[in-house]
């Protein structure tokens, strides 16, 4: 009897919760813009806005963003498998200063500046499994906790406790399998849960602590990075701009949204099958892995979406601020959920990735700069304008002048 009680699971194992929660918020989802689908309406905002051209082209700006949202706020730097096991390391760049992402023998994620505390040099240029980091110009060897622990000719050195020549650490946190960092060393700690709110939930369910790196890639655009999110977040232009790709594959201008806490959001996007099957019963519909677009505040989307043939696609798009206020560049990180893995058959999530690289340096960013360039010549009072129907921009911005001050 005692046996009994000890294998009974009271409570589903973790995989099971985080399927079922996922199967319940995806199912949701698919309802909810079938709905959208059948009577051909998508949701809305209040009413129209209009956008002052120079957030997007105003140099002051643009350098008080750099500096309040990229440097002074946590940041998705990459997923736990990206640094697996215990030596693995990754540089991360893209908020300024070159930020080394080392997980050390116990388990657990460090970020320091990727900076050697002799005379400053790159500690690490290349990224491999390791004990330790030897600076490759005089030879400083740090751990992965990044204490100094070699100093040739160290007597030249006298007087310098060792102890203060350890690597400067910067904010880190890892949680349900997103790393976040923070560029500017010293401060609070992270706290992710906050950072997220309710929107924490929703992504735990997508176990992303299990998801693995499949292809990566960085695609530069002449455009501002808000020019460049802004494509993500609208169905709108679908049939337009995307007749042979995305919009041969979904709805224009029907979309689903739903918003969390602290600007974070989730889009439901109409793909074509969905009405293939739309007047059966929910029981009967076929499984697929379609979970919608999340995106996280201020520049992350998460593509989770069913691929042809099945199985599920985690496609990440991060889009940072460029050298100038009208470049920028983003980061693709395409990876395979593990409740989706196929290991034979890893050249599908592969071929995503390069469909949605090519769908968005060729179409999405193209017009971006074109955009982009005409805004610099625009006349004194000239706003842009958000339809009621681009709800998800909408909040963003609203976020954005919140934060920043509502002009630029
Ligand atoms: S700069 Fe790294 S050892 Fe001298
Ligand atoms: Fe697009």
Redesign the pocket.
Known sequence: MADDIATAPSSPAPDAAAAARRAESHYGLRRRTLDRMRSKTTDLDQSPMRIDPRIYTDPAYFERERQTLFRETPILAGLSMDVAEPGDMMLFDALGPSILITRDKEGKVNAFLNMCMHRAAKLVTECNRRTRMTCRFHGWTYDLQGKLIGQPGKEGFEGIERAELGLIRVPVAEWKGMIFVRATPGGAPIDVADHLGDFGDELAALQLEKAKPVAASRIECDANWKYAYD?YGESY??AS??PTT?GALAFSNIMVYDPFDNGHCRLGFPREEFMDYADQDEADWPHTDYGGLYMLFPNVSINVNSMKGGGQFYGISRVFPGDQVNRSFSLLNTYQPAHSSHADEIDRWREMHDFIQH?VSS??YSVSRDGQDNLQWAPEGFRTTLGRNEIALQHFHRRMASIMGASA
């Open positions: 494509t232009h679908f701009l995307h995305i769908v179409e999405d």
